[in-house]
């Protein structure tokens, strides 16, 4: 069985300052992990994904995730905030099918 | 290239009638998928398919039917529709596991 949780329902940043959106997952094998973006209105677009590979990842506009297995954590950043980032974001683990987390909206104030 | 396309973007339904989504890609994928989003709950499957003729159950199968006679196009039917099946239905397709391409989504109210 897998799941993923996304310990933050709701995020709210200052624009230019760090974005730290927090995800645990359980999974029975070696997963893959994802993280997407949905701004509003509007379809899910690819953020990053780990693969088995590095386990830090980048992404687009700016972002990183870190994969720890120790921790089961894959927690998504970004140095600074930018307006455009405002969005909601999703945590997905793969291990056969795909699970989605329930979602983190970030806020970006002016 | 128009990527993956769905079709209605919005429908009001009324309790027991039905309706079909349908699901176009141009990508030559052969996987497809069906989600709905509902507030709180992220994304969850419905149905997926494999390959031209196949489908599987997914996550949340109940109400719903599908099918894949054509590799460019993957349907969603409901055949009596319930208020609890209000929600954002989203498609995707992929080369394989991990690569989703997501549509727009269509918003569907039942009433």
């Known amino acids: 069985a897998q799941s993923v949780t996304q310990l933050d329902s709701h995020v709210s940043v200052s624009e230019g300052t760090p974005v730290l959106l927090r995800c645990n997952y359980s999974?029975?094998?070696?997963?893959?992990l994802f993280w997407y973006v949905q701004h509003p209105n509007k379809g899910l677009q690819l953020l990053l994904k780990y693969t088995s590979a590095a386990t830090l990842v980048k992404g687009i506009n700016g972002f990183e995730a870190e994969f720890k297995k120790s921790e089961t954590s894959f927690h998504l950043t970004k140095p600074s905030a930018h307006m455009s980032d405002a969005a909601e974001y999703f945590c997905?683990?793969?291990?056969?099918?795909?699970?989605f987390g329930a979602g983190t909206r970030l806020t970006v104030k002016p | 290239n128009a990527g993956v396309t769905q079709t209605p973007k919005f429908r009001v339904l009324k309790t027991g009638q039905s309706m079909t989504l349908l699901c176009a890609q141009d990508?030559?994928?052969?996987?497809m998928y069906w989600y709905r989003q509902d507030p709180g709950m992220g994304l969850r499957l419905i149905h997926y398919s494999v390959g031209e003729g196949t489908t599987a159950k997914g996550e949340v199968p109940d109400g719903y039917n599908v099918s894949r006679l054509k590799k460019q196009n993957f349907l969603l039917g409901l055949e009596s529709a319930a208020p609890s099946q209000t929600s954002v239905y989203f498609c995707?397709?992929?080369w394989g596991l991990g690569n989703e391409i997501f549509g727009p989504g269509t918003r569907l109210t039942v009433l």
């Open positions: 997905v683990v793969r291990s056969g099918d795909m699970r």
């Open positions: 999974s029975s094998y070696s997963p893959s």
């Open positions: 995707a397709s992929s």
């Open positions: 990508m030559n994928h052969e996987y």
